[in-house]
């Protein structure tokens, strides 16, 4: 079986040089952004402070709208630029091997899977044919699900934060925000359907749902004490997800825009050789 190249001659190997190099640029920028950088400017759990004491946000995971929403960033702008099936999935292995030779966690296949299989999620959605696709359907729904039962439970005066599911004592403009923030994803979801937003919203979804089921002692452990706060940390890495796939669509926008302009500066550009 022959690997095509970049002209699809069949010739080569399946990335070219280019796009090998585009690859691991952006796996190290990805694992700088979002594992190692931040673990040297906030030590000793200050990161949590921030999610739980700061923003008020319930636990354990809630992290995941940063750290996840990241990973997912730079997951896409790697499809954006490399524009090949497998370049997640690839950029997913470097940041393996990255975590492996300088990250923190303990070398487990509990530490790294997850960014593996953020990737596939990923490229799985992002390629469904268009016409069996029906996240623009299917996505608003979810993000209304989640953010009606988010407001519920600051209406109902049942706001916890942290891991040790302690009472939000002040008002809980956080829930309020992300259930505002819902429902307003959800509208421009359906208005304006984009595989990205629903791809990376999917992906940081089980991305937390992994933190859940596989990371420390145990699963009664990791899931939130309160199972009230299920929803809410949901729709908090669903709308991470979608933020962040916005973020690279803009990139790919502004790509897109720049090519354009490019090519049509060499088309009005006077041709040397017939003057």
Not at 8 to 31: M, Q, R, V
């Amino acid at each position: 079986m022959r690997c095509l190249t970049e002209d699809n001659s069949g010739d080569g190997i399946y990335f070219s040089p280019k796009e090998i190099g585009i690859i691991l640029a952006l796996s190290i920028l990805a694992a700088l952004s979002g594992a190692l950088v931040p673990s040297g400017l906030f030590p000793e759990d200050r990161m949590s402070n921030i999610v739980y004491n700061g923003l008020h946000l319930p636990g354990p995971g809630a992290g995941v709208m940063i750290f996840g929403s990241i990973l997912c960033f730079w997951l896409l702008l790697g499809l954006i630029i490399v524009k090949k099936p497998g370049t997640a999935a690839a950029m997913a292995v470097v940041l393996v091997a990255v975590d492996l030779l300088f990250g923190n966690q303990a070398i487990v296949l509990q530490s790294v899977d997850v960014l593996v299989f953020v990737a596939i999620i990923i490229e799985v959605l992002h390629l469904v044919p268009v016409n069996r696709y029906h996240g623009e359907q299917i996505m608003p729904l979810i993000f209304i699900a989640l953010s009606a039962a988010t407001v519920l439970v600051a209406l109902a005066c049942l706001a916890t934060q942290g891991e040790t599911d302690g009472a939000v004592t002040q008002f809980p403009g956080v829930y309020y925000a992300a259930g505002f923030l819902g429902f307003l994803w959800a509208y421009i979801i359906y208005r304006f359907p984009v595989r990205y937003l629903v791809a990376a919203g999917v992906a940081n979804m089980y991305y937390m749902l992994h933190f859940w089921l596989f990371w420390g002692a145990g699963i009664a452990t990791r899931f939130p004490p309160d199972p009230v706060m299920v929803p809410v940390l949901l729709l908090v890495a669903l709308l991470g997800g979608v933020i962040a796939a916005s973020a690279a669509y803009g990139v790919e926008l502004l790509l897109n825009r720049y090519i354009v302009k490019m090519q049509s500066e060499e088309r009005s550009a006077p041709d040397l050789g017939k003057i």
